[in-house]
């Protein structure tokens, strides 16, 4: 079985609510899975711990950490200077792309690294 992780950005201060009481409706998250490949290229470069460090949060494996709109400049120095590192990993490029548009939303970024099963297709 595959597990994934995700990457959720509400798309209004209403979304962003309506995920604080997890009561989200269709359409309200802008969603990227992370493979678990790709959350080992992730994990790999330690920018976890450098997050966790800097916005005193919790990003990790089995865990979910809401991120907010105040904590982005900082957020984006991190993953700017782990790209700039580490810039063959694609993965660090799709997270990082992600960002943007959470900035442009001004809302939040729930990483959900909670591994969700699927079974065989």
Known sequence: ???????SIP??????????????ESGDLLEIIIEESEFDSLLKTGIFIEIN??????????EDELISFKDFEALGKILYDFICIN???????????????????????????????????
Do not use: W
């Open 1 to 7: 079985m595959a597990k994934i992780r995700k990457i």
């Open 11 to 24: 798309i209004s201060m209403d979304a962003l609510n309506r995920l604080n009481y997890d009561v989200c």
């Open 53 to 62: 460090k800097q916005l005193d949060v919790l990003v990790g494996d089995y």
């Open 87 to 121: 810039p063959n990993n694609k993965v660090l490029h799709k997270v990082y792309l992600i960002y943007e548009i959470a900035c442009i939303l001004k809302t939040g970024m729930l990483i959900s690294f909670t591994p969700i099963n699927l079974g065989s297709v």
